[in-house]
Nanobody, 122 residues
């Protein structure tokens, strides 16, 4: 399985962006998909996760502003980011794992895509 993230860019504070992560190849093992992010000089942190049934989990820092969703037919997960803040600036990574538990721990994910850079200017 390969994950391809896209949609990053430069946006002003208060603006919106939508990230996409497309899974290709054998998609077995992608029943849970998630987004993580890593800001400059900081550790990678959990953003949001979604399982096959559509249940979701969000970090407190993005709850109410970001929405994770998925399109099963296109094997794609999205992250709609609204009301962006400068502190949301980071490289965003998509990840996947099998099973059904929504882990906020990056060590529980074994499939990773390349990152896409999101820069929010003040």
């Amino acid at each position: 399985v390969q994950l391809q993230a896209s949609g990053g860019g430069l946006v002003q504070a208060g603006g919106s962006l939508r990230l996409s992560c497309a899974a290709s190849g054998r998609t077995f093992g992608t029943s849970v998909m998630a987004w993580f992010r890593q800001a400059p000089g900081k550790e990678r942190e959990f953003v949001a996760a979604i399982r096959w049934s559509g249940d979701t989990l969000y970090s407190d820092s993005v709850k109410g502003r970001f929405t994770i969703s998925r399109n099963h037919a296109q094997n794609t997960v999205y992250l709609q980011m609204n009301s962006l803040k400068p502190e949301d600036t980071a490289v965003y990574y998509c990840a996947a794992r099998g099973g059904s538990f929504l882990y906020p721990d990056e060590n529980q994910y074994d499939i990773w895509g390349q990152g896409t850079l999101v820069t929010v200017s003040s």
